[in-house]
């Protein structure tokens, strides 16, 4: 073996290792309750089509009204449907299990993402996030 | 959920230790880690970025009061420049996009095991 093909060896030796610490520290988040709460939210929100379809609609309107408030367009009524809808949606059990799971799972991967992106000064989000995709 | 949850952080919070020192020890994250520590350790680079903050700063307030200028948009374009043309700027730039890649990796590693996209549900730090 060649010395170029000796060091390509061990550079992929090197971020294999990386990998399977990768999927250690996302099988130990997977222990956590955080993410077991969030998994059982999510699933009673799946099963729930009229909750799933109804939250689903109001993410994307809210999504519109913020576009609409940002180019100045916003109409006060619709802003305030919004609002209706949202104390509507938030008393419902499902949901407020679903947003609580994601709260917490939230916070846990922030403050893992935290630590990465103060040790090489980057953005773990931004570079991992797709555009236009942000965020769950 | 709050009192379980802080039983698996110290675990989740070790096994990302251990991810910082294997990328670490990775070709890209070696590069990275030495740019960044010489970039934060040179004094125009650094002198550069207080001025941009600084230039930058004094743009925001101007324009949210309403009387900005051109020189004020002028000296701004002239530190934005010298930033963008430092060597150490250039080389930290191309010493990210192998670790970025690896990030990425890393996310889809994780994202196989967890079906979820950590990168995604965390989002960009400054959002």
């Known amino acids: ?136 | 959920m709050q009192a379980d949850r802080s039983d698996a952080r110290p675990l989740v919070l070790e096994r990302t230790r251990e991810l910082v020192a294997a990328l670490k020890a990775t070709p890209a994250g070696e590069r990275l880690v030495e740019v960044e520590q010489r970039f934060r350790a040179d004094p125009e680079i650094q002198q550069i970025l207080g001025t941009l903050r600084e230039r930058d700063e004094a743009f925001r307030q101007a324009q949210e009061a309403g009387n900005l200028t051109q020189e004020q948009i002028r000296a701004l374009r002239e530190v934005q420049a010298r930033y963008r043309e430092h060597p150490l700027v250039h080389e930290i730039e191309l010493a990210r996009m192998p670790f970025e890649i690896l990030l990425r990796d890393v996310n889809g590693a994780m994202a196989n095991i967890l079906d979820l996209d950590v990168g995604r549900i965390v989002g960009p730090a400054n959002k």
């Open chain 1, 1 to 136: 073996m060649s010395a170029a093909e000796r060091a390509v060896a061990e550079r992929e030796d090197l971020q294999a290792v990386a990998m399977e610490k990768a999927r250690a520290l996302a099988r130990a988040i997977g222990e956590s309750a955080a993410y077991k709460a969030f998994r059982r939210a999510h699933g009673a929100l799946m099963e729930d089509d009229t909750l799933r379809r109804r939250f689903y609609a109001y993410q994307a309107q809210r999504q519109e009204v913020e576009f609409a408030r940002r180019a100045g367009s916003a109409e006060p009524a619709q802003e305030a449907a919004l609002e209706e809808e949202w104390r509507v949606l938030s008393a419902i059990p499902i949901l407020q299990a679903y947003l609580e799971g994601q709260r917490e799972l939230t916070a846990l991967l922030k403050e893992m993402v935290t630590i990465l992106n103060a040790e090489f000064g980057v953005d773990y989000g931004a570079v991992c996030t797709p555009p236009g995709s942000c965020c769950g």
